[in-house]
């Protein structure tokens, strides 16, 4: 069993930066693949970014390519995900996730993918 969690959120303004963080309960952390995921009220949770168990693999949605980077530092057993030149719609709470499983970058965004949750972090932007 691996628990998972956030930190790092709050309320930002449009156009600023935010680094939410993500720490795991694990030994063999540097062998996961980890996710972002988000979800705003009244929508389903959706993919932010993943990235490969060295961190040499990223890869993010189009929504947030450009703004949003994921990295990880193995030696903490931590992911971090930086988000910068925020908006309004980048509102959710965003969930940590992790996973063991053989994937490739293309299976990043598939929620079954991953095993492990956290309970997430508030992020609001306001306008």
């Known amino acids: 069993q691996v628990q998972l969690v956030e930190s790092g959120g709050g309320l930002v303004q449009a156009g600023d930066s935010l680094r939410i963080s993500c720490t795991a309960s694990t030994r063999t952390f540097s062998r996961y693949t980890m996710g972002w995921f988000r979800q705003a009220p009244g929508k389903e949770r959706e993919f932010v970014a993943g990235i490969s168990s060295s961190g040499g693999t990223t890869y993010h949605a189009a929504s947030v390519k450009g703004r949003f980077t994921i990295s990880r530092d193995n030696a903490k057993n931590a992911v971090y995900l930086q988000m910068n030149k925020m908006k309004p719609e980048d509102t959710a709470v965003y969930y940590c996730?992790?996973?063991?499983?053989?994937?490739?970058?293309?299976?990043?965004?598939?929620?079954?993918?991953?095993?492990?949750w956290g309970q997430g972090t508030q992020v609001t932007v306001s306008s």
């Open positions: 996730a992790s996973t063991k499983r053989y994937s490739i970058p293309g299976d990043y965004d598939r929620q079954s993918l991953y095993d492990y």
